[in-house]
């Protein structure tokens, strides 16, 4: 799906969160009051929510800070400008990682990214869908090569976690944990998933697409979606805080940039203590499915190759290189 110039420029006729009445919006456009009513209408297939009041017009619930390029550009350091190749911002794309996996299958080079204002098939672990309203959180990807082997990038995702915490928190976020393997939760609530996909010969080369999504703002309604309690930025921090996504996409790139550039074999060791630092699951009951199989236990943690520990009831200790952790109900 593509969205029309006149619905984008009508977007940021309506990004104030103000009210404009449709003979307003039409004359701004050089359109038809009729040709506003269908771009109105056009903004339910973006999951974009409008409010319409007689005699006073529409509007969005809140104010909306489009994506934009130069801006997020202007926010990075020196090193991640260094790394960066390049950084497009689409505002419909079925999945930003889908997405470079077709550049990196084109020959992409290594610091691509990929930002979107709405996702159409974006998804999480085990093929879940995220959920993606326009213009209201971040949707990013990036592609990095490398020589090693695909092996040589186990404990990437945990290690991408520990950079995603360092800009939250310079972002002003505090009281933020992660979830193994690549979950990031605010007060037990997720806030953002990563997912890395590796693709390659067993021997190397080799290529990762890592997809990274935060909640910045969801309404109740989108969030009945989600299917497990979650938190987003705007409940966090505030109102205003939704006219600061360049300001967050731009010190995620500072933070994950730096990681995908020097990471390789035994980079792990150098996140471990301040990944457990953050572990916001270990020490509580919690059950691993594998498959169809689940494992019932107490969490402690990751040993030093980043592989779950689980404690049985019968006290054997097991240990998990992949698998769905959910905390138990009682």
Same mark, same amino acid.
């Given at each position: 799906m593509q969205i029309s110039d006149t619905l984008k420029r009508l977007l940021?006729?309506?990004?104030? $969160? @103000?009210?404009?009445?449709?003979? %307003?919006?039409?004359?701004?456009?050089?359109?038809?009051? !009729?040709?506003?009513?269908k771009q109105l209408q056009a903004l339910n297939e973006l999951d974009a929510e409008l409010i319409a009041v007689s005699g006073k017009g529409y509007k969005l619930p809140r104010a909306m800070q489009m994506l934009d390029a130069a801006a997020i550009v202007g926010r990075l350091s020196q090193p991640a400008r260094q790394w960066l190749a390049g950084?497009? /911002?689409?505002?419909? /794309?079925?999945s930003t990682s889908g997405y470079l996996q077709e550049r990196a299958a084109a020959g992409a080079a290594s610091g691509l990214v990929c930002a979107a204002e709405y #996702?159409?098939?974006?998804?999480?672990? =085990? +093929?879940?869908?995220?959920?993606?309203?326009? $213009?209201?959180?971040?949707?990013l990807s990036l592609l990095w090569r490398y020589q090693d082997s695909p092996a040589a990038l186990a404990g990437l995702s945990l290690a991408l976690g520990v950079a995603? /915490?360092?800009?939250? @928190?310079?972002? $002003? /976020?505090?009281?933020?944990?992660? @979830?193994?393997? &690549?979950?990031?939760?605010? =007060?037990? =609530? @997720?806030?953002?998933?990563? *997912?890395v996909e590796v693709s390659g010969e067993n021997g190397g080369p080799c290529?990762?697409?890592?997809?990274?999504?935060? &909640?910045?703002?969801?309404?109740?309604?989108? +969030? #009945?979606n989600i299917g497990q309690p979650y938190a987003d930025i705007q409940s966090i921090l505030g109102e205003s805080v939704h006219l600061r996504?360049?300001? *967050?996409?731009?010190? *995620?790139?500072?933070q994950l940039l730096p990681v995908v550039a020097s990471y390789q074999a035994g980079s792990l060791a150098g996140y471990l203590d301040e990944w457990r630092q953050y572990d916001c699951v270990a020490g509580r009951q919690v #059950?691993?499915?594998?498959?169809?199989?689940?494992?019932?236990?107490?969490?402690?943690?990751? &040993?030093?190759?980043?592989?779950?520990? *689980?404690?049985?009831?019968? $006290? =054997?200790?097991?240990?998990?290189? !992949?698998? %769905?952790? !959910?905390?138990?109900?009682?």
């Open positions: 940021i006729l309506l990004a104030d $969160g @103000k009210f404009h009445s449709g003979t %307003e919006l039409a004359a701004a456009l050089g359109v038809s009051r !009729s040709a506003i009513w950084l497009e /911002i689409h505002d419909v /794309i079925a #996702q159409t098939a974006g998804k999480g672990r =085990r +093929g879940r869908a995220w959920v993606s309203p326009f $213009g209201h959180n971040l949707y995603v /915490i360092r800009a939250l @928190k310079a972002f $002003g /976020i505090d009281e933020v944990g992660l @979830k193994w393997p &690549n979950d990031i939760y605010w =007060r037990q =609530r @997720k806030l953002a998933g990563i *997912l290529h990762a697409v890592v997809g990274l999504g935060v &909640n910045f703002y969801l309404s109740e309604q989108q +969030g #009945q996504r360049n300001e *967050l996409l731009g010190l *995620l790139l500072n #059950q691993v499915q594998v498959g169809e199989t689940r494992h019932s236990g107490i969490l402690h943690g990751i &040993n030093d190759e980043g592989l779950l520990l *689980l404690r049985h009831e019968d $006290g =054997r200790l097991q240990t998990f290189a !992949s698998g %769905e952790v !959910s905390l138990r109900t009682a």
